[in-house]
């Protein structure tokens, strides 16, 4: 899907800043039943054509729910020219399970 493999920056949980740009890259249903509080919305369909609504400069840490798509979406961002990006590891569901009071439900 890139112009080139890059190596993944991952980190966990416990390591999100308040600084950091949150994008949540699962379906509308996905994040009305858990999501990180102040995270960003754009489904991975939808990613590529709003690659602009990301900030440049600033650390971006995409999640999904498991870490199946967000791979797919670190790779987007950086062929976008978007440096620091971030894979959420293990994604939504890890933050869960580790660090419950990053995480929302209804």
Known sequence: ??????PMNLVRADEVLP????????GINERAEVHIPGSIHIPLGELA???DQIPHHQRVVVYCASGGRSPISYSILRNAGIVDV????????EARRSCPGLVASP
């Open 86 to 93: 971030h894979e959420l590891l293990g994604g939504v569901e």
């Open 19 to 26: 600084t950091d740009f949150v994008l949540d890259v699962r």
């Open 49 to 51: 054509g709003r690659v």
């Open 1 to 6: 899907l890139g112009k080139e493999q890059l």
